[in-house]
């Protein structure tokens, strides 16, 4: 296996986020992820072969195949279309493509929080050695940021636009005062149910601490949780939140959209969904699709290991 193009691998190896366009599944965005690392890799020129010919005396040798030498009705034809001989070296055959074949055949890669193919936005990805880490980002108990886009005067089977209409309303006595009362009462019963999966007692002063600090988080597997939420815009029919959230599927946001409509009584469907942020990777991290290249990916997840060495604390002893 060639040196060069182990070392240009080892430079692939970490974590980073790529930007997931709307109507494209998660194992497409992985697999044209792992095709183009695997193309990089493999175009990186070799070192010289270490393989050769070897001769009755066990050295390397050459192997000349002559127009006499050849089974009848087989031919060797030079560039003017002549008979000719052939000569395989050592090296010629050792360096052949088609003898040698790509170094890497398959790289692991692996996708953290995944979307489903309706949404957009961040997606994690690990780069073999890479996946340990983003299995431990997975476990971690931390928040996804998303905009959510909805629409008043209907109502799906699926909660999105896509879905069959089951029901039509009126939305004209809908504010947006009325919108963002409906979103405190909601984020206050998710505060709550937050205290009580975070088995901390609610009244207690290591309960505010972790609140105030943002360490309070469920313990062990808990329903979605919505840790904020606010309008950041609101023209009727139409109005975007943006929320915090733990735990969530992208049909539960949904969902939270369809009862945003009846809490305002009336109807709503949710037209899009778009993570902005999960944990440490944000969306102007995120690799577009014309930047999936072997080199865009080294060159991303460099960044963010020099990122994350230098937020690492320095010991007491250097900081003195």
């Known amino acids: 296996m060639a040196i060069r193009a182990i070392r240009k691998f080892r430079w692939v190896e970490g974590l980073l986020c790529v930007y997931k366009p709307p109507g494209v599944h998660w194992k497409l965005v992985r697999d044209r992820i792992e095709t183009c690392i695997l193309e990089g890799v493999n175009g990186t020129p070799s070192l010289a072969p270490r393989v050769g ?84 980002l997975y476990q971690m108990c931390c928040t996804r940021d998303y905009t959510l886009e909805g629409e008043f005067g209907f109502a799906t089977d699926n909660f999105s636009r896509t879905g069959r209409i089951v029901e039509r309303s009126t939305y004209d006595h809908v504010t947006r005062d009325k919108l963002e009362k409906v979103l405190a009462v909601l984020q206050q019963a998710n505060q709550k149910a937050l205290l009580i999966h975070s088995n901390v007692d609610m009244h207690s002063q290591e309960a505010y601490e972790m609140a105030v600090t943002g360490e309070l988080g469920p313990q062990g597997k808990s329903p979605p949780i919505l840790t904020g939420l606010r309008v950041t815009g609101f023209q009727p029919p139409f109005f975007t939140l943006e929320l915090q959230c733990l735990n969530e599927t992208q049909r539960y946001l949904r969902k939270v959209v369809h009862e945003i409509g009846l809490e305002l009584r009336s109807t709503a469907s949710c037209t899009a969904v778009r993570r902005t942020r999960d944990g440490p990777f944000t969306v102007d991290q995120a690799l577009t699709r014309g930047q999936w290249t072997a080199a865009q990916v080294a060159l991303t997840i460099q960044h963010y290991n020099n990122s994350k060495r230098q937020s690492r604390p320095l010991p007491a002893a250097a900081a003195l």
Do not use: Q, Y
């Open 53 to 136: 010919l070897l001769g009755p005396g066990g050295g390397r040798t050459d192997l000349t195949l002559t127009a006499g030498s050849l089974p009848p009705g087989v031919r060797l034809l030079g560039p003017g279309r002549g008979p000719t001989d052939l000569t395989l070296s050592a090296s010629s055959l050792a360096a052949h493509p088609l003898v040698r074949g790509p170094e890497f055949r398959r790289i692991k890669v692996g996708v953290g929080h995944r979307l489903d193919a309706s949404s957009s936005g961040v997606l994690v990805i690990g780069v073999g050695r890479g996946n340990k880490p983003l299995n431990d």
